[in-house]
């Protein structure tokens, strides 16, 4: 069976690592990287880590608004997927990428699957819920990671749909002990474990709204604990603009963004962590680490259900309060399956022929 993959953003990498190592030695895989995030810090060291082969095409579409982007990507992944003529097309999660790959194969008779199907916040402002809601009404194979997955493409009528488990489960329990033994990041920035909020702010409904944005690094700067933020290129770019750079220098550590293993360790020993990621709270749920979710939904509701996530949106009183909050955790419950996803994964391509 010949597999074209595509991926173009950090959880991306992450998600096709577990897939990609399943696939080998019992597939062709081609490995399509578009670009989406094209910086060392947010791709490329991510294959070094992971051992994901090196991607036979990069389309180099790079930053732009959402329609030029995605726009892009379909021109030049069009083109290629005549010329590869693939079996399957594997996507991921909910990129510009992802919607771009899904619209290109639908028109073809390669097989779409997408991996993480099912999620939703029910904020269409969101162009996330856009892009997933897009791509699994017209996947071939839905694989989703939970069964309110499940359940939310059933009541939308959508067939095919299996539930595997999460593969970002399968990736972190790889990456947390390897993480332990080689990472030196802790020692790097002087940090020990357990004394320290990881913080990561990326999407654009708080970066590209000035006052959210202002109120979000207010709060994680009046935590009376040291907060380690590594910068996504984007926000240190809106802080610029709106002239608040200057103050959160002084009162958080930048860091420059991490490879996979660094922020695992990061993510592994913080105290607890405060973002807007979608990935990052599923994972933070994985290592054990509390999470404040500074979005006003998620479409990981079952953490905040099992009581390991807090949705504070960009209030700053509320995020500060959670941040300062003694943590008292309940037990933890298991919802995304136990580690072998895209095995299953790679089984249900096999048996779609």
Request: proline content about 4%; some cysteine; overall charge negative.
């Amino acid at each position: 069976m010949r597999v074209v993959s595509v991926v173009g953003a950090r959880p991306q990498f992450i998600k096709a690592f577990p897939v990609s190592r399943a696939l080998a030695g019992r597939h062709e895989e081609v490995l399509v990287h578009t670009g989406q995030h094209y910086s060392e810090a947010m791709s490329e060291v991510f294959f070094e880590e992971l051992a994901i082969p090196t991607p036979e095409y990069d389309l180099g579409v790079g930053s732009g608004t959402h329609g030029e982007q995605t726009g892009e990507m379909v021109r030049r992944f069009g083109d290629l997927i005549e010329r590869e003529d693939p079996d399957a097309v594997i996507v991921y999660g909910d990129t510009n990428s992802t919607l771009a790959g899904a619209v290109v194969t639908a028109k073809t008779d390669a097989c779409l699957a997408h991996v993480e199907a099912g999620l939703r916040s029910y904020n269409r402002a969101m162009p996330e819920e856009t892009n997933r809601v897009l791509t699994d009404h017209v996947s071939d194979l839905l694989f989703a990671p939970t069964e309110r997955g499940v359940t939310n493409l059933d009541e939308e009528g959508v067939e095919n749909v299996h539930l595997t488990g999460d593969v970002m489960y399968d990736a972190i329990l790889w990456a947390r002990t390897r993480a332990a033994d080689h990472s030196t990041v802790l020692d790097e920035y002087g940090l020990t474990a357990g004394e320290y909020v990881l913080a990561t702010v990326h999407r654009a409904g708080n970066t590209d709204d000035r006052e959210r944005l202002a109120a979000i690094m207010r709060a994680l700067g009046a935590t009376d604990r040291e907060v380690v933020f590594p910068i996504h290129p984007r926000t240190a770019d809106r802080l610029e603009t709106y002239g608040l750079f200057e103050a959160v220098e002084q009162q958080l550590t930048l860091i420059e963004p991490q490879g996979y293993l660094d922020f695992v360790r990061l993510l592994d020993g913080a105290e607890r962590v405060a973002t807007d990621s979608g990935g990052v709270q599923k994972e933070a749920f994985f290592l054990d680490t509390p999470c404040v979710t500074l979005r006003d939904e998620t479409e990981w509701v079952e953490t905040v259900d099992a009581g390991w996530n807090t949705l504070v949106g960009a209030d700053a009183e509320t995020i500060e309060r959670e941040l300062r909050r003694e943590i008292s955790l309940p037990e933890k419950p298991e919802l995304y399956g136990d580690g072998d996803a895209a095995e299953r994964m790679v089984a249900l391509l096999e048996e779609h022929g």
